[in-house]
């Protein structure tokens, strides 16, 4: 595990020397802030909505979610967000080794490729789990002038911790496979796209066959999870995403050790 730290450490501190890093945390804050500042805005209008019928038919008992039109919605977009932010992130964990001519090096260490693997993969967690974090202050301002349920708001972070978790594993796999960290940027994007997407080829298909293609869905297995629902076979899905992207990653660096 000291080796596996060290890397991390290494990693966590190129990170944050690059300004890659500063860029992509201020685009996904200043989208998030866009996002939220708007479904607040029109939150805070269906309420002067709802009240005024209220007014007219005293007894209305249903009320308006400040989860389901806030946090829901903010934390769908997130989603989308990370989809296209991550790949960025991503690439240049093991293609940058490449070009810049110490991956020979590294390979040649007394580090093994589990160690590397991890280290790597660790580190670029960390840096999402920063990302992350910049978004419980929308959370917070809810509850510091609102009443929302918190059960989905904790069910949801967990869940987009793991779909974040399967963005880098598959964005690492694609990294690890060359040396151009543009070209791993696109094929990251472009499988996670597809794995987003099939879900909406499943409901064209329909039947059984349209359930299985939809079952591979990364954005299918988030929904519920919005809603309050927590369901293990969506937890189990994306740790075995992440599985088989650490896998792929680990035959690819342990090919290239013995080339």
């Known amino acids: 595990m000291g080796v596996t730290a060290s890397i ?7 990170y944050f020397t ?16 866009f996002v939220f500042f708007n479904y607040l805005s029109e939150f ?11 007014i007219k038919y005293p007894e209305l008992s249903a009320e308006l979610s400040i989860n389901d039109w806030v ?6 977009n997130l989603s989308m967000m990370l989809l296209l932010l991550m790949p960025t992130v991503s690439m240049r964990l093991i293609a940058e080794e490449k070009r810049s001519g110490t991956f020979e090096f590294l390979m040649t260490s007394p ?32 509850f510091s002038f609102g009443n929302p349920d918190l059960k989905p ?6 869940m987009l911790f793991l779909l974040g978790a399967a963005f880098i594993a598959v964005g690492m796999a694609a990294s690890s496979l060359t040396e151009n960290q543009i070209i791993a940027a696109i094929t990251s994007f472009g499988v996670l796209l597809i794995f987003w997407l099939v879900g909406w080829l499943g409901e064209n298909i329909g039947g059984k066959a349209g359930e299985v293609i939809s079952f591979f869905s990364l954005f299918i297995h988030l929904g519920d999870s919005l809603q309050g629902v927590l369901d293990t076979r969506d937890v ?10 650490l896998y792929v990653t680990y035959e690819a660096l342990d090919s290239e050790r013995w080339r």
């Not at 209008?45 to 209220?54: A, D, E, N, R």
């Not at 708001?153 to 967990?158: D, Q």
């Open 8 to 14: 991390v450490k290494k990693e966590i501190k190129s």
């Open 18 to 33: 690059s300004p890659i890093a500063y860029v992509v945390i201020a685009v996904f804050s200043v989208m998030n802030g």
């Open 44 to 54: 805070n209008m269906k309420v002067l909505q709802f009240l005024q019928i209220k």
């Open 71 to 76: 946090l829901t919605p903010l934390f769908s």
């Open 111 to 142: 580090v093994t490729t589990l160690q590397i693997m991890l280290g790597k993969f660790f580190s670029c967690l960390f840096f999402y789990t920063v990302m992350l974090l910049t978004t419980i202050q929308y959370p917070l301002i809810l």
């Open 153 to 158: 708001v904790l069910i949801s972070y967990l």
């Open 236 to 245: 189990v899905f994306y740790l075995s995403f992440i599985f088989f992207g």
